[in-house]
Nanobody
């Protein structure tokens, strides 16, 4: 059973970059044909898929966030990291990492517990 665990700063100042990391255990992030995604949920709102990095290293981003988003990985640590730049208070959310064989959250078989990130001065 694959397990995912998010980590990173819980408080980020406006205009800075938030960068949570997801550590994966019980499986490799290079395993064919998995996609490793970041999803967020702002307070009182639904889930928003942000982007993913595939087993091959290819990346995919939500069009609405593409200009501010980057996802990278460290295969030696079995981790992948989200970077969201130029943040505003509207980026305050619980950030989740998850994996599946598609990019649809409905197909994600494993999720992390989520990490709260607050954007505030």
């Amino acid at each position: 059973q694959v397990q995912l665990q998010e980590s990173g700063p819980g408080l980020v100042k406006p205009s800075q970059t938030l960068s949570p990391t997801c550590t994966v255990s019980g499986g490799s992030i290079t395993t064919h044909y998995y996609y490793w995604s970041w999803i967020r949920q702002p307070p009182g709102k639904g889930l928003e898929w942000m982007g993913a990095i595939a087993y091959s290293g290819s990346t995919y981003y939500s069009p609405s966030l593409k200009s501010r988003t980057s996802i990278s990985r460290d295969t030696s640590k079995n981790q992948f990291t989200l970077q969201l730049s130029s943040v505003t208070p509207e980026d305050t959310a619980v950030y989740y990492c998850a994996c599946g064989v598609t990019l649809s959250p409905a197909d994600f078989g494993s999720w992390g517990q989520g990490t709260q990130v607050t954007v505030s001065s």
